[in-house]
T-cell receptor
Framework: GENVEQHPSTLSVQEGDSAVIKCTYSDSASNYFPWYKQELGKGPQLIIDIRSNVGEKKDQRIAVTLNKTAKHFSLHITETQPEDSAVYFCAAKFSTGTASKLTFGTGTRLQVTL | GAVVSQHPSRVICKSGTSVKIECRSLDFQATTMFWYRQFPKQSLMLMATSNEGSKATYEQGVEKDKFLINHASLTLSTLTVTSAHPEDSSFYIC????????????FGQGTRLTVV
């Protein structure tokens, strides 16, 4: 089955700096890679996703890059703000529709300090 | 994105009792719903996958007789924790997919279960 590794487990950055979180996956058949933000006591919120037919996707301060050859994908947050502080999870799956299962990384606790 | 509502957000129950958690897709028809369990400072662990009108598929190690899942309609799935014990205390989260969303999964707010 799929295995997703995520690094770092914790990340502290100063407000305004950039944050990068990296994930690797094992199943070359995986073709959908979402990123979720989870605040304390809440469910995960989808913040950006990328499919295997593109290498990069950007949405305002958030971007995701995908290297299919190396089976790596990364989340980039620029101009970080205190409200970006949360736990971020990457995930991967081979999409055969909505019934296919996501495999999650272990999470990164991002702390944005003033 | 789509909206998934989970209820209750918090519940405390006594050992030996059963607790039902509801997961509703508010603005789309969810053909598939997933139930996860999350321990403090850990990732999400998939418990089971449910498809509307059929039996749930449980992950290895998850007791299907203890965690009863029903997906009777395209907008509602329920998870019942039967004969709850303190070790069942956890954060339970559902997600839903379908309704034209080919790959995205939208999560509910989660339910904090405490068994005393």
């Amino acid at each position: 089955g799929e295995n997703v590794e995520q690094h770092p487990s914790t990340l502290s950055v100063q407000e305004g700096d950039s944050a990068v979180i990296k994930c690797t996956y094992s199943d070359s058949a995986s073709n959908y890679f979402p990123w979720y933000k989870q605040e304390l006591g809440k469910g995960p919120q989808l913040i950006i996703d990328i499919r295997s037919n593109v290498g990069e996707k950007k949405d305002q301060r958030i971007a995701v890059t995908l290297n299919k050859t190396a089976k790596h994908f990364s989340l980039h947050i620029t101009e970080t703000q205190p409200e970006d502080s949360a736990v971020y999870f990457c995930a991967a799956k081979f999409s055969t529709g909505t019934a296919s299962k996501l495999t999650f990384g272990t999470g990164t606790r991002l702390q944005v300090t003033l | 994105g789509a909206v998934v509502s989970q209820h209750p957000s918090r519940v405390i129950c006594k050992s030996g009792t059963s607790v039902k958690i509801e997961c509703r897709s508010l603005d789309f028809q969810a053909t598939t719903m997933f139930w996860y369990r999350q321990f403090p400072k850990q990732s999400l662990m998939l418990m089971a996958t449910s498809n509307e009108g059929s039996k749930a598929t449980y992950e290895q190690g998850v007791e299907k007789d203890k965690f009863l899942i029903n997906h009777a309609s395209l907008t509602l799935s329920t998870l019942t924790v039967t004969s709850a014990h303190p070790e069942d205390s956890s954060f339970y989260i559902c997600s839903a997919g379908g309704g034209g969303f080919d790959t995205e999964a939208f999560f509910g707010q989660g339910t904090r279960l405490t068994v005393v």
